[in-house]
């Protein structure tokens, strides 16, 4: 691995393991200004069409979320480049980096573009994982293979749950949930690329 890959890792690392924190800063902010705001009858989306700071902290967290995870997504090709599935997976990681990123571009008040990157958002992310945790086994790196598939199974299940009970009248909780798994994927393979990283010899 050349001097150049070294550093797209490091600066990808450090992406995917503040992204998170990024996003859920911004998250919980835009819910803080906005008493209307009920865990169990509202989306998350919700929060982008409110007056005052609500809507730019929960917009613009997303944009610069997307951004970061574009960034971490750049390293995701250095780090699974052995194999072609690996590089699969990582574009259709960077498609869903797009549509994050497109979610705070086009708020809830604008149809259909807002439902359509959301969908996109949500949909995209297990399909990635999947492939690339095929792509992780493949590689004999049974354990982030399967951590992978975990994530990836909590991010489909949640939603499965909600379409089958609609346990809660509105989407914020499942999108959470399956946000929270992504986060917690990201964190996991951030401090990964890091480690490569710092293999440097």
Not at 4 to 24: C, D, E, Q
């Amino acid at each position: 691995m050349n001097s150049r890959n070294f550093n797209l890792l490091r600066i990808s690392g450090i992406s995917g393991v503040i992204t998170p924190v990024v996003a859920f800063t911004f998250i919980s902010l835009a819910i803080t200004y906005s008493p209307s705001f009920i865990w169990t009858d509202n989306a998350l989306s919700d929060l982008g069409i409110q007056e005052g700071v609500t809507a730019p902290l929960f917009n613009y967290g997303l944009i610069i979320s997307g951004i970061l995870t574009l960034v971490f997504a750049c390293g995701l090709f250095v780090l699974l480049s052995n194999r072609s599935m690996g590089k699969i997976g990582a574009f259709i990681f960077v498609l869903d980096a797009l549509a994050l990123t497109a979610i705070g571009v086009f708020p809830e008040n604008i149809t259909p573009t807002h439902y359509q990157v959301s969908v996109a958002f949500f949909a995209l992310y297990p399909i990635s994982m999947f492939v690339i945790g095929a792509s992780f086994l493949l590689e004999k790196q049974t354990k982030m293979g399967l951590f992978t598939f975990l994530t990836a199974a909590i991010a489909v299940a949640v939603w499965i749950t909600y379409f089958s009970t609609h346990f809660v009248s509105g989407v914020a909780i499942p999108e959470t949930v399956s946000a929270l798994a992504a986060s917690a994927w990201a964190i996991v393979l951030g401090c990964k690329m890091l480690k490569e990283a710092s293999h440097r010899s």
